[in-house]
């Protein structure tokens, strides 16, 4: 009897043992899982914490781009303005550099020739008063020719490059001394055939081809 309580109490002392180490691998285990969650709690915390962050970096450059767009939109409202004031084959023609007036050469020059005519000058005056209603605006001239070799004219010019040239620069002359623009708000370039719009098979496309450009830009828009 004595020997049959003596094993008895022997079972109950180890299912003790086994129950307070169950016990305590039980709440070292719950320790593991709640340090486990924490951590996962706070990653997402910071997860949360940069999403945030890039959802501001991403509305600010949504904001400048249709800022940017709105620029570009109503400059070019006010280009086709001037375009439409001036008349006769006036017009705005969008370019990777932005949106620039251009003017056949018929309205500015006679074939092979970079002095200005009447109705140029008068081109060139409306174009002379948005600049100074734009006082921070600049301007590039853009001389361009068809890829004819120069006959008629070849005591004044070498070549297409020097009659875009020259005709840019008359266009400078004009706005400084006649338009009262600061020259150090106009750039002038001279392409020649460089840069055609159109085919210089036909006459058509050669007209299209002779032309000076005005890319107007102002510190908001560039």
Known sequence: MKR?????????????????????ELEKLNNRQAITIRDQMTDLEKMRIELDAANKVN??????????EDVKERLRAELERLASSI??????????????????????????????????????????????SHPSASVRVDGHTDND???????LWESNH??????????????????????????????GPNRPIASNKNKAGKMQNRRVEFLILSPESS
């Not at 049959?4 to 169950?22: D, E, K, P, T």
């Not at 070799?149 to 005591?155: E, G, L, N, R, W």
């Not at 266009?171 to 750039?187: A, Q, W």
């Open 4 to 24: 049959n309580m003596g094993r008895f109490g022997l079972v109950i002392l180890a299912l003790s043992v086994i129950l307070v180490q169950g016990c305590a």
């Open 59 to 68: 509305k600010v450059y949504e904001d400048r781009a249709k800022s940017d």
């Open 87 to 132: 008349g006769d084959g006036a017009v705005v023609r969008d370019t990777a550099e932005g949106p620039m007036v251009q003017l056949p050469e018929t309205i500015l020059f006679d074939s092979g020739l970079a002095k200005l005519k009447t109705k140029g000058e008068v081109a060139l005056e409306k174009i002379a008063k948005h600049l100074m």
């Open 149 to 155: 070799p120069i006959v008629k004219s070849k005591y």
């Open 162 to 191: 020097h009659l875009s040239a020259g005709r840019a620069l008359s266009v400078l002359h004009y706005l400084v001394n006649k338009g009262h623009i600061e020259k150090n708000r106009i750039h002038i370039a001279g392409y």
